[in-house]
Nanobody, 120 residues
Framework: QVQLVESGGDLVQAGGSLRLSCAAS????????MGWYRQAPGKQRELVAI???????NYADSVKGRFTISRDNAKNTVYLQMNSLKPEDTAVYYC??????????????WGQGTQVTVSS
């Protein structure tokens, strides 16, 4: 089992900043891709940003230039620095990690989600 625990969600005013963290623990041999997704009420879950083990990143167009994803491979932790927040960024943010539990088994795990609310 691989568990992901997110933290850092909060209520913030438009233009403010937040930093989300997600730590993976359990039976982990390696983690390939870690990422952040979000789901607003009445909408489908969407990709926010992903980062590979080598540091390559990809962002949704809506957050480019405002959000920065990073990771600490030694701690199996991924971060999302969110600046210039907008009300439309309001959503539950979920962490995802894809990797290997050992040489033969892969995993894809999700966190429980953390609420980000941006007031206008």
């Amino acid at each position: 089992q691989v568990q992901l625990v997110e933290s850092g969600g909060d209520l913030v005013q438009a233009g403010g900043s937040l930093r989300l963290s997600c730590a993976a623990s359990g039976s982990i041999f390696s983690i390939n891709v870690m990422g952040w997704y979000r789901q607003a009420p009445g909408k489908q879950r969407e990709l926010v940003a992903i980062i590979s083990s080598g540091g390559s990143t990809n962002y949704a167009d809506s957050v480019k230039g405002r959000f920065t994803i990073s990771r600490d491979n030694a701690k199996n932790t991924v971060y999302l620095q969110m600046n210039s927040l907008k009300p439309e960024d309001t959503a539950v943010y979920y962490c995802n990690a894809d990797g290997r539990r050992d040489m033969y088994r892969v995993f894809s795990s999700w966190g429980q989600g953390t609420q980000v609310t941006v007031s206008s």
